[in-house]
């Protein structure tokens, strides 16, 4: 089997499920898949405010981001959508006990309110501690100190983790 021609993520993530299917990358449950794929859909075509607004900084907290530590998400749509999954599964990631799809198509909105020190609430603060602490996240530092560092030689290879975390 080929891999997928293109770079799209939800294709990539749709032949991983296909290759590999006791990874649990989608819910068991038809209903959860179903909506499963639907929020990965959203977030893959979605939050281009969110995305303009905090920019991917994978070295920890930035400049602009100190004049705004604290700020509320620009974008309530994830938090929505993490606030109805979790109260659904009883988490502690999306979809229950296992990481799915979802919550790796989340991971860069975890990152940017880890970067940026969005306040959250208490219990979206812990997906977020969860979901970057999760031991298949190689080379994160899951104890939520230090910054991010690139070690020469590794050509960007990222060791470490934003700093702080999704303050609660």
Excluded at 40 to 62: D, M, Q
Excluded at 81 to 106: H, V
Excluded at 124 to 141: E, I, K, T, V
Excluded at 155 to 161: A, K
Aim: glycine share 14%.
């Amino acid at each position: 089997m080929r891999a997928p021609p293109s770079g799209i993520t939800l294709a990539i993530a749709e032949y991983l499920n296909e290759i590999m299917p006791d990874a649990g990358l989608l819910p068991a449950d038809r209903g959860a898949r179903a909506h499963c794929r639907s929020i990965c859909g959203e977030i893959h075509s979605g939050f281009t405010t969110l995305r303009a607004s905090l920019p991917v900084n994978l070295k920890g907290i930035s400049r602009a981001s100190r004049s705004g530590r604290g700020r509320r998400p620009t974008s309530t749509g994830s938090a929505r959508i993490w606030r109805e999954c979790l109260a659904q599964s009883g988490g502690p990631f999306l979809f229950g006990e296992r990481r799915t799809m979802a919550d790796a198509m989340y991971a860069p909105v975890v990152t940017r309110f880890m970067t940026y020190d969005v306040k959250l609430e208490p219990g979206l603060s812990a997906y977020c501690r969860q979901d970057h602490g999760h031991a298949g996240d190689a080379g994160m530092d899951r104890s939520g100190e230090g910054r991010t560092r690139r070690r020469r030689g590794t050509r960007g290879r990222i060791l470490g983790s934003a700093a702080g975390a999704c303050a609660g």
